[in-house]
């Protein structure tokens, strides 16, 4: 399996990959940094010595040209022989051999004299480039176990171009290279070596923290939820861990809420099936009794249709509110700013109706301010709660509505005279199907709901519902809205 195979990769943990990635790159930016260092001190060695053979080889070119110069002078001749011209540079190359370097003259493609440059005559090409352009031009080769750099050039004698070669030994200079580059490899893999127990201890003594998180992490998605990591490592893997934490309680608040809602609905359920279990078999006994009676005197049967009407409409108001309570939690609100004197003379003119029927009293008492609410919703927040204090309170009763506006607030009251409610009562007064007087709320018609209901339109509308009620006195119901903004 290659190290780059994805499924290798995947396998391999984090710390692993850490310690992988640091190690190549802390060996690349070393190696790549002495190989740079090196390369640009062997250029610069190389450089120096082509420039000090290239000096060298100039000087015997003129070395050359002096003798022949020389030579000439002291034979009195306005020109010397070319016999006399190569035997002089026979002459001169000969006295080179020794040395630790080549010599060779050419005249045209005719070799005049040569001392330890064998080599040339595989190299052609070079040599004719130096024919061709007659400039000084340099070539470094390998001869058997040596580096040779070979320096030819144009030489004009005696009106004749010849060509001199010239090669010296660059071989100790190669030698440095290589033995600089063995040691830079053992270098580099002791180094490799202690970078890779220093980068592991690291890698690990950081990572830790992570470990320890990714271990709490699979006994929080096994349930255990109470557990909490302690804080540790950098800033980072601190703040990681506090997340973690926070994430943890979270999902224990999600969890109890959860249950909560659970056992809620369980009840909710419960209660239904319990309140429509009475209506119902009361419809289908009377229905029953009306089928199979033959005989069935006319009050007996307006006695039964009261009966089976007054359950069909409760049963009727149970499906009406719990249409009501699922919509406020799944319809969009349609908010509008309006005024609540506005708001409560549309609720007054559909109550009043009933309440005469009831020898009641409503006394509305508005406010100059504006709310931002669904109209639809919050007046069916208001009849409720009026309807509540309707069932509580006794003929010649009055229900108290009015409004109570701070700075940022305003406040909704409902106040009635009737039963009240105790503080046992008070608490449970918005849960699904609870009724404080059972008997009292089936006779007026009730669910159950209604309250529940209104806490559900309240929260929709960030408004809060507070009850304040004692037993014979009467109970009062305020909602605390926030006021709308100003109208642009």
């Known amino acids: 399996m290659k190290l780059w195979d994805k499924p290798f990769l995947a396998s391999m943990k984090l710390w692993q990959k850490i310690f992988l990635v640091s190690l190549a790159v802390v060996l690349a930016a070393v190696c790549i940094t002495a190989l740079s260092v090196l390369a640009s001190y062997f250029s610069a060695s190389v450089e120096r010595e082509k420039m000090q053979d290239v000096s060298s080889h100039e000087y015997y070119a003129s070395s050359l040209a002096n003798t022949v110069a020389y030579e000439r002078i002291r034979q009195g001749q306005i020109l010397l022989p070319g016999e006399t011209v190569e ?3 026979k002459t001169g190359i000969a006295a080179r051999t020794g040395t630790n370097t080549g010599t060779a003259v050419y005249r045209g493609e005719s070799l005049i004299a040569s001392t330890q440059m064998d080599h040339l005559s595989k190299q052609p090409e070079f040599v ?14 390998d001869v058997d176990d040596r580096t040779l750099l070979n320096i030819g050039s144009g030489l004009r004698l005696e009106g004749v171009e010849y060509y001199l070669f010239t090669a010296y030994d ?6 440095i290279y290589q033995n600089q580059l063995r040691f830079i490899s053992i270098v580099s893999i002791v180094f490799a070596i202690v970078t890779g127990v220093i980068l592991w201890a690291g890698t690990r003594h950081l990572l830790r923290p992570l470990t320890v998180v990714n271990g ?6 096994a349930g255990d939820y109470q557990i909490r990591i302690k804080e540790q490592g950098s800033s980072e893997f601190q703040e990681l861990i506090r997340n973690v934490n926070e994430m943890t309680e979270a999902i224990q608040n999600n969890v109890e809420q959860l249950r909560q809602i659970a056992d809620s609905r369980k009840r909710f359920v419960d209660s239904l099936a319990h309140e429509m279990k009475t209506p119902l078999t009361s419809v289908m006994c009377l229905g029953d009794v009306l089928l199979c009676k033959r005989v069935v005197t006319d009050s007996e049967r307006q006695e039964y249709a009261r009966i089976i009407v007054e359950d069909a409409k409760r049963l009727r108001g149970l499906s009406g509110k719990l249409l009501e309570l699922s919509i406020t939690d799944n319809v969009p609100l349609e908010l509008e700013r309006i005024s609540i004197a506005e708001l ?3 609720v007054e003119a559909s109550v009043t109706p009933v309440l005469e029927k009831r020898r009641l009293r409503l006394e509305v008492i508005p406010a100059d301010a504006w709310i931002t609410v669904d109209k639809e919703l919050f007046q069916s927040l208001l009849y409720n709660l009026i309807d509540n204090g309707m069932k509580a309170s006794g003929e010649g009763q009055t229900l108290r509505v009015f409004c109570e506006k701070s700075e940022q607030t305003l406040t909704v009251a409902v106040e ?5 409610m105790s503080p046992e009562e008070l608490k449970k007064i918005t849960e699904p199907f609870y009724m404080a007087d059972k008997s009292r709320s089936r006779k ?4 159950g709901l209604g309250l529940s209901l209104c806490a559900s339109i309240a929260e929709r509308h960030h408004a809060q519902l507070t009850f304040e009620s004692a037993l014979g006195k009467g109970t009062t119901v305020r909602i605390s809205i926030p006021l709308a903004k100003e109208d642009p």
Do not use: A, H, M
Request: net charge negative.
């Open 87 to 89: 035997q002089l540079l």
């Open 416 to 420: 009635d005279q009737g039963i009240g």
């Open 216 to 221: 709490s992490l699979g006994k929080i998605t």
């Open 344 to 346: 409560l003379e549309g």
């Open 444 to 447: 007026e018609g009730g669910v």
């Open 170 to 175: 660059v071989t100790e200079i190669y030698r």
């Open 128 to 141: 004719n480039r130096v024919r061709e352009n007659g400039q000084c031009l340099s070539l470094i080769i």
